[in-house]
């Protein structure tokens, strides 16, 4: 009566108030489902754009909130529902545009099946939607976008047969990505990225989720030729999309990716473009492939990229952030070398070492803790045999560890990466060559721990990494010296003990609404769920304390394993865990 009798403001209230009783009260409007459905296609035809819209909402309230049976019965409401959408493109109405696709999303991702036999007009809609970014703000075009991603991942096999449609949302990545203007005179020093970039890692990471929706078959033949057209193209922006597109493909595309062809092209530019921001997603390349692709591309591809890498460390007065992402994916490039190939990347260590020593004496954060984690990977790699370099490389991360930091955060970062790099080397060198600066070290890191601890409450910063470099940095040393590490014992298994008994107040399980005394406080959070024999329940989880008591845990074992004589006196304690 409210809709049928009313004016347009009435008529737009009667569908909200329709929109609020499918959301808490769907058991009143089932029995009247069919005058539900047709009052919603009336309205969903409404001469007003502002009731239609309202429409649209609550008919996706309703089809969401009633049984499967029923959403059958109401299928034919959707052309009626996106053609909604389709008119406020036709009005060019960004706003409510925007406001249609977010709704329809959530139907779309819960619902699939529901708008299956449909999804061909309705990517149709979200594309024109999406390319008409000469007629439509730019943050309409990327809400149709990230709606046709999503499209690839809930419909799956429905998007798969579209090949039309796979091939423009991936044109359509890459129309977003060439979006990169400019780079300011700042770039090769900054620590951050510009703010003119921030649109362009939205579809940097599209171009990942879409990769691992459609499969690797469909997400090389669509791409390929894309990115084979755009690396050789004249414009900066057009080589960096083309290599970034094909970095974020490497996890979803790393058994079919064709690296002979691929590695050559990425050295090539590496070595000879002009551009440093094409550089860096060249070395980015490099650093995804070693990771996805290991251990075959450290198995044959060994004096291609660290020769390459290290040429780029040696380059700083080029660009400092080439330079230390350099350094970065040489530790990633490292990780994949296992024993049998060590002998291979031996000949390389003076000159990465040598390397990673000059940008340690570089004034930027970013360099130093890329060149610190370089040198942990290297001493990793060389085993005692890094104890040649020790006498080299201790005097500087005792001056960085002993440096005040004043409240400098970036500071603690270095700091914290040093105390990491501290321990892989007393890992690598053995107790004979560290002995000398144990107790000097334990000694350090153990009051910093505590003045750490003793200052954390008045501290806003949440955010310093160094407890957990400490807390590992000990364990190192703990292996490393064995039963000489006991006497430090009573300053640390006291609070990993505390630590770990804190494990039942990690997740809790309750009925939904039931209080668990936990609400509200920082660190914890509840979500909804229901779980299959169980019912509907209130999930709410620390996962930052569940991560403190996993790492209590292990450090426990490593004492324990280590020092068994040390650790004797806290036995009792531990069988109550």
């Known amino acids: 009566t409210l809709y049928t009798n009313g004016d347009e403001m009435r008529r737009e209230s009667a569908m909200d108030v329709l929109s609020k009783l499918a959301e808490f009260s769907i058991n009143a409007l089932t029995p009247h489902c069919k005058d539900v459905h047709d009052l919603l296609i009336t309205a969903l035809q409404d001469v007003s754009i502002n009731v239609r819209v309202a429409a649209l909402q609550a008919s996706i309230g309703f089809i969401m909130s009633i049984d499967d049976d029923l959403k059958m019965k109401c299928k034919d409401m959707i052309p009626y529902i996106f053609q909604v959408l389709s008119q406020t493109f036709e009005m060019k109405n960004d706003e409510l545009m925007k406001e249609c696709m977010l709704d329809l999303m959530d139907i779309c991702s819960i619902e699939f099946n529901f708008i299956r036999e449909s999804i061909s007009p309705i990517t149709s809609v979200l594309l024109s939607i999406a390319k008409a970014n000469h007629i439509l703000e730019i943050d309409t075009c990327r809400v149709a976008f990230e709606f046709l991603v999503t499209l690839t991942k809930v419909g799956q096999g429905s998007i798969r047969a579209l090949s039309n449609v796979i091939s423009q949302i991936i044109e359509l990545s890459f129309t977003f990505m060439l979006s990169l203007k400019h780079i300011d005179h700042d770039w090769n020093t900054n620590t951050e ?4 970039v921030a649109d362009f890692y939205i579809d940097y990471d599209a171009i990942e989720r879409i990769s691992y929706n459609i499969g690797e078959k469909l997400m090389l033949k669509y791409t390929f030729p894309m990115i084979n057209q755009l690396i050789q193209g004249n414009s900066m922006q057009e080589r960096h999309a083309a290599l970034s597109a094909l970095s974020q493909m490497a996890g979803a595309c790393k058994k079919s990716l064709p690296l002979k062809d691929i590695l050559p092209t ?14 860096y997603a060249a070395i980015h390349c490099i650093a995804m492939f070693s990771n996805e692709c290991k251990p075959y591309i450290q198995q044959h591809y060994v004096d291609y990229i660290i020769p390459t890498l290290l040429s780029q460390m040696q380059s700083y007065t080029s660009s400092l952030r080439v330079s230390g992402h350099a350094a970065l994916a040489m530790v990633d490039y490292l990780s994949g070398v296992d024993e049998d190939m060590e002998e291979s990347v031996y000949s390389y260590v003076d000159d990465l070492l040598n390397a990673a020593l000059n940008l ?21 790699l060389c085993h005692e045999k890094f104890a040649n370099y020790y006498d080299i490389f201790m005097p500087i991360l005792k001056q960085i560890l002993h440096t005040p930091s004043n409240g400098n955060d970036n500071l603690n970062k270095t700091k914290a990466r040093a105390i990491e790099c501290l321990g892989k080397i007393v890992l690598a060198v053995g107790k004979d060559k560290f002995i000398s600066d144990a107790e000097e070290m334990v000694s350090f890191l153990l009051s910093t721990k505590q003045s750490i601890e ?5 501290s806003s910063n949440g955010d310093d990494t160094r407890p957990l470099a400490i807390a590992q940095c000990l ?5 490393t010296l064995g039963e000489d ?21 990690t997740c809790f399980i309750t009925d939904q609404g039931e209080k668990t005394g936990y609400e509200g406080q920082n660190g914890y959070t509840s979500e ?35 020092c068994p004589l040390g650790y004797g006196p806290y036995l009792k304690d531990t069988f109550k865990l």
């Open 193 to 196: 990225d510009d703010y003119d």
């Open 266 to 279: 990425l050295i090539n530019l590496i070595n000879t473009d002009k551009h440093p921001r094409v550089q």
């Open 360 to 380: 340690l004496k570089l004034d930027s954060i970013l360099v130093q803790e890329n060149a610190l984690a370089c040198i942990a990977s290297v001493s990793t």
């Open 454 to 458: 003793t200052n954390e409450s008045n």
């Open 475 to 479: 364990c190192c040393i703990a292996q």
């Open 485 to 505: 590490f006991s006497s430090a014992l009573s300053s640390i298994i006291p609070n990993l003990l505390n630590l770990a008994s804190q494990a039942d107040k």
């Open 528 to 562: 909804n769920v229901n779980l299959r024999f169980i019912g509907d329940k209130q999930v709410t989880v620390n996962n930052t304390l569940q991560q403190e008591v996993n790492n209590a845990i292990r450090s426990i074992g490593i004492y324990a394993e280590n």
